[in-house]
């Protein structure tokens, strides 16, 4: 009893659980960026490109500034047109078959504005029709031809280009729910899929992905959104997608990753978001589109792998996108991918010692490393244990296998 005792005061107590803390998105799940200008003082930028800025309005706005575009430009000119008719006498000599108006059949505000938008859409009913004893009337028909054309030319194109926007591509770009963590050939890395819904592809498609996180500086700076990229294979080229069927896109956490020295416990209390981007060229139109995520800390499950999608039919791939967000568990070290290498080291040393010295009488040989040859037969290594510094190291699963020694 009092040895039991003695052991419980020595015993660990429970764990904590983590620690989690709300953090703001600064992409969301559909790619919004979650954020707003505010306190814009020179606002007369917009109006440098203006073309733009009716683009990037909502379709409310843009429907109302299209339908005002034309509106006041016909209000305007049949406005004009009536300052001539009522200018030139014409509105009272209406009777009078002797006088030549500017505009016959145009006898007030109603029917000037119906010329106006006779003039600038070339409807021409003939009804209304200018006469040649008007040349002021002649230099506003030219007037009103050019503008209508440029007014039918900006506003066109503006609704052609919002209608064609390459974002609406975008929605069928689809990214798994969660990110996972889990070895892939004996390393950490952290893994996510994206997808493609069309039959249409994405032509030279690139993945990027980025860390954001707070951070403080040397010098006491404090930076509250910093960015730092995490390698998917750009030295590599594998960032270069040929997205036909989804893919499962990796970041190999080494030496050079932010995650090296994070663990599944300091990962879970960690505080950041990976924002993840893939551009391409819409095969259709030519056009770039551009389709984003991210991830929070909850998002990222450690010990996951992604369930297989790909299956192979009588004459061809079919892909379930019913499990493009389904994982499962997959035995995987807690350590920090640096904790994991140096138990990789440890075991590496402790193999080229421990082979007894009597297979080098048989002139058997031993290469240090994750394969080594032994008298023609293989040692491999599977997924390392992480231990102490000092503590012979361990192999997950079924530990160390050698080739049946030869007799």
Excluded at 88 to 110: I, K, M, Q, S, Y
Excluded at 196 to 201: N, P, V
Excluded at 211 to 219: K, N, V, Y
Excluded at 284 to 302: F, I, K, P
Aim: hydrophobic share 40%; charged share 20%.
């Amino acid at each position: 009893m009092a040895m039991a005792q003695e052991n419980a005061a020595f015993s660990p107590g429970p764990e904590e659980p983590p620690r989690r803390r709300g953090r703001q998105r600064y992409v969301e799940k559909d790619g919004r960026c979650n954020v707003q200008q505010g306190n814009v003082r020179e606002t007369y930028r917009y109006l440098t490109d203006l073309f733009t800025t009716l683009v990037d309005l909502q379709w409310r706005l843009s429907l109302l500034f299209f339908v005002l575009a034309y509106a006041l430009t016909w209000l305007f000119f049949g406005a004009i047109w009536w300052l001539i008719a009522y200018g030139r006498g014409d509105l009272e000599h209406l009777e009078d078959t002797a006088w030549t108006p500017c505009v016959n059949n145009l006898n007030g505000f109603v029917a000037a504005f119906l010329f106006s938008i006779e003039t600038e859409t070339t409807i021409g009913y003939g009804h209304r029709v200018i006469t040649d004893q008007c040349p002021e009337g002649i230099v506003l028909l030219l007037l009103q031809a050019i503008l209508g054309s440029m007014v039918n030319a900006f506003m066109v194109g503006c609704m052609f280009v919002k209608i064609s926007q390459p974002n609406k591509r975008a929605a069928t770009l689809v990214f798994s729910s969660h990110a996972v963590v889990s070895l892939r050939d004996g390393r950490l890395c952290l893994m996510f899929r994206v997808g493609d819904l069309r039959s249409s592809h994405i032509v030279e498609a690139s993945i990027r992905a980025k860390l954001i996180r707070s951070r403080q500086t040397l010098e006491g700076e404090f930076i509250p959104l910093h960015q730092t990229d995490l390698s998917v294979g750009f030295d590599t080229g594998d960032d270069r997608l040929f997205l036909v069927s989804p893919l499962v896109i990796s970041h190999e956490i080494d030496a050079a990753s932010p995650f090296w020295e994070a663990s599944r416990r300091a990962l879970e209390r960690d505080d950041f978001e990976i924002v993840v981007i893939l551009e391409g060229m819409v095969e259709a139109t030519g056009m770039t589109c551009q389709a984003r995520s991210s991830y929070l800390v909850d998002e990222v499950l450690w010990g996951h792998r992604f369930t297989s999608v790909l299956t192979l039919e009588d004459g061809f791939y079919e892909v379930d996108y019913a499990s493009f967000h389904e994982t499962f568990e997959v035995p995987t070290p807690s350590c920090s991918a640096r904790e994991l290498a140096e138990a990789a080291a440890r075991l590496d040393a402790h193999l080229y010692w421990s082979i007894p010295s009597r297979l080098d009488e048989k002139g058997q040989t031993q290469v240090p490393g994750q394969l080594n040859v032994v008298g023609g037969e293989r040692v491999r290594q599977g997924p390392y244990e992480c231990t102490k510094a000092g503590e012979p190291p361990q192999n997950l699963g079924s530990g160390i296998q050698l080739g049946q020694e030869r007799s």
